[in-house]
């Protein structure tokens, strides 16, 4: 990954268009990189996941353009390079898998983000139905090892859902409004040999995790 690593080191600094384009060719070698990487981790991850494993690789990636209209900050460019695969591809708005690589700030996860209310609801009450399931999958040593639980941080509501008790046993995990786990890598962990095999295993402990939250959203 050093070749996009190179150009996001220097995007960082020229992030303008006449900077990009003069260096278009350098970006395209990069791209071409991190689809190159991002199909191997399709290739391989869909060995435990039949839901991505037929996915385009092109059509998982993120745009490096941002949309300016309505941000004060007005840089035209991302410095990172990201991807998105779940079931039936990019924004389905199913759960999915996550991999961002950015110089100081790359990070692999997976999970569902700010769903519309009908999939919060339904994810709510699976939890709240499957209680023993759910806690295995999060507490699980592996899934423990790779992402240390739940990211708990941001996206949870300070009072309890309309239809569940103060006191639900599992209540902090009913009051977030994203269920998401990651996991961060150092530049020399990306540019690693094993990091390939790394974000595979990632994907396939995430698995048990997007199996509990696909089954609630089914009709």
């Known amino acids: 990954m050093r070749a996009a690593f190179s150009f996001l080191k220097k995007l960082k600094k ?13 970006y395209n070698l990069a791209k071409e990189e991190f689809e190159s990487f991002i199909r191997t981790v399709i290739q391989k991850a869909g ?5 991505i494993k037929a996915l385009d690789a092109g059509k998982t990636i993120f745009r490096i353009y941002r949309d300016i209209r309505f941000s004060k900050d007005k840089t035209p460019y991302k410095t990172h390079f990201a991807a998105s695969f779940q079931k039936d591809g990019k924004k389905t ?5 996550y991999i961002h690589l950015e110089p100081g700030n790359s990070f692999v996860g997976g999970g569902i983000w700010q769903p519309d209310p009908e999939f919060t609801a339904k994810i709510r009450q699976e939890i709240d139905y499957c209680r023993e399931e759910f806690l295995d999958i999060i507490n699980n040593k592996n899934f423990q090892s790779h992402f240390g639980g739940l990211d708990m941080k941001d996206f949870s509501l300070k009072r309890m859902p309309k239809g569940y008790e103060a006191d639900h046993p599992l209540g902090e995990f009913i009051k977030l409004n994203s269920w998401l ?3 961060a890598y150092s530049d020399e962990e990306v540019y690693s040999e094993d990091f390939l095999n790394k974000v595979v295993s990632d994907i396939k402990t995430l698995k048990p995790f997007m199996n509990f939250l696909n089954r609630a959203l089914l009709p």
């Open 181 to 183: 786990a990651d996991r």
């Open 93 to 97: 708005g199913y759960p999915g898998y």
């Open 14 to 26: 020229n992030n303008n268009r006449d900077w990009f384009q003069a260096h278009k060719e350098e």
């Open 47 to 51: 060995k435990y996941d039949p839901d």
